[in-house]
Nanobody, 120 residues
Framework: QVQLVESGGGLVQPGGSLRLSCLAS????????MGWYRQAPGKQRELVAA???????TYADSVKGRFIIARDNAQNTVYLLMNSLKPEDTAVYYC??????????????WGQGTQVTVSS
């Protein structure tokens, strides 16, 4: 069994900051990329940021310069530091991992999602 568990969402005022964390646990042989997606009401799920095991980062244009993705490979954890938050950042944020399980299969896993609300 492999699980991704997110934490750190909540309510924040515009201009504020939040940090999301996601821990991957279970029978994991290797994690290739980890990332964060978000889905706002009535919209499709979209990539926010992703990071490879080697540290290469990808960001959505809408968050460049405001969000930072980081990863602790030893702890199988990925973080998303969100600064200068805007109301349009409001969404459920999902952690994603492209990994190889202990039994050899390469699969995509998702967390349960954490709500981020930016409002005054």
């Amino acid at each position: 069994q492999v699980q991704l568990v997110e934490s750190g969402g909540g309510l924040v005022q515009p201009g504020g900051s939040l940090r999301l964390s996601c821990l991957a646990s279970g029978s994991i042989s290797r994690i290739y990329s980890m990332g964060w997606y978000r889905q706002a009401p009535g919209k499709q799920r979209e990539l926010v940021a992703a990071i490879t095991s080697g540290g290469n980062r990808t960001y959505a244009d809408s968050v460049k310069g405001r969000f930072i993705i980081a990863r602790d490979n030893a702890q199988n954890t990925v973080y998303l530091l969100m600064n200068s938050l805007k109301p349009e950042d409001t969404a459920v944020y999902y952690c994603n991992a492209d990994l190889r399980t202990g039994w050899g299969r390469r699969e995509d896993y998702w967390g349960q999602g954490t709500q981020v609300t930016v409002s005054s």
